[in-house]
């Protein structure tokens, strides 16, 4: 039998699992597990942990198209130099976990914002089709991977053991780690102080009307270029928070780890609605819940592809998303 897959980022174990998420020589996770009494209710928390991940990466995937119209396709290097920032913070630099937390988001954003200052502000000036910014993102993340593998190797590179309590909380029979309680409440809070900065400030009515036309927005006194800018730095920042959440619960960091989530990435803002940030978040959660089940109930060989055949069986129902819009060409 084919054990999980150590080193990429898996659906998170519920306890009792030997921990092979890109713990090298770890045992390999069983394919298949007996149901419980409690079963149902620790898969739905351990779903929830994975789900907040997936939703706060995408999120910022969808920021950037919803407000740019450009799919960034070098999000997922820098999920990946979100976690190399944290890693090297702590080890190098001795911070504590916060302070790298902190390193990781302000390193990401300035990538983010160099990527759409050297790269996509040339395009959008030059006006150039949609697939070319497409196309530039992809050899971003290709420079970003091979230049990482060059720096740190291709080994997995661990957190220190001490660096977050290996405590358990026991509640109504379920087993959750401190580690995930932190990882719920910094996805929840990063993603509702982005909601209410989207539907309650200025800012996000401005950001909303670029949205709509940039050229409008520009003529109405909206400082455009600047909020491109912006937008770029928080989605990226988004996205290396993610990067050290997931890091931190597989204890791996390494240069492709990117890209399976980058998968998963365009997997949620196509299930939850291009552009939309309600679609993110429930988009995020719905696959988390999806992975976390099928492997539970079904097998891990089967995780993908439950997953994505959900996803195909929704935009079957429905191809615009869960809340995206029905465009329609005129004539």
């Known amino acids: 039998m084919k054990p999980l897959g150590c080193g990429v980022p898996q659906p998170i174990p519920p306890r009792g699992w030997p921990p092979c998420l890109g713990r090298p020589g770890a045992a390999a996770a069983p394919l298949r597990l007996k149901p419980t009494i409690h079963m149902l209710e620790q898969q739905l928390v351990n779903a929830l942990s994975l789900g907040c991940v997936y939703a706060l990466f995408a999120l910022g995937f969808t920021l950037v198209f919803g407000v740019l119209g450009v799919i960034n396709l070098s999000h997922g290097a820098v999920f990946m130099l979100g976690a190399y920032a944290a890693l090297q913070a702590v080890t190098h630099l001795a911070l504590p976990m916060w302070g790298a937390l902190i390193v990781a988001f302000v390193i990401s954003g300035v990538v983010g914002l160099a990527i759409d200052y050297l790269v996509l502000r040339p ?61 719920v409440a910094l996805s929840f809070a990063l993603m509702a102080g982005l909601l209410i900065v989207m539907r309650k400030t200025q800012l996000g009515r401005a950001l909303r009307a670029i949205a709509e036309s940039p050229k409008a927005a520009s003529l109405l006194g909206i400082n455009v270029e600047g909020l491109f800018y912006l937008t770029s730095f928080t989605a990226a920042a988004l996205g290396g928070i993610s990067g050290v959440l997931i890091a931190l619960y597989s204890n791996a960091v390494f240069p492709l780890m990117g890209q399976p989530m980058l998968h998963k990435g365009i997997a949620v803002i196509i299930l939850g609605g291009m552009g939309d940030i309600r679609g993110a978040l429930l988009g995020g959660l719905f696959l988390g819940f999806a992975e976390v089940m099928s492997v539970a109930y079904i097998g891990s060989t089967m995780r993908d592809a439950v997953a994505f055949g959900l996803l195909f069986l929704v935009l079957l129902l429905r191809p615009q998303g869960m809340f995206g819009k029905v465009l329609e060409r005129k004539a």
């Open 123 to 183: 395009l959008r000036n030059r006006n150039a089709p949609h697939l070319i910014p497409m196309i530039a993102t992809i050899g971003i993340a290709i420079f970003f991977n091979s230049a990482s593998q060059g720096v740190f190797g291709a080994e997995n590179l661990r957190f220190p053991s001490d660096l977050v309590p290996d405590q358990q909380l026991h509640f109504a029979g379920v087993q959750i780690s401190v580690l995930e309680v932190a990882i």
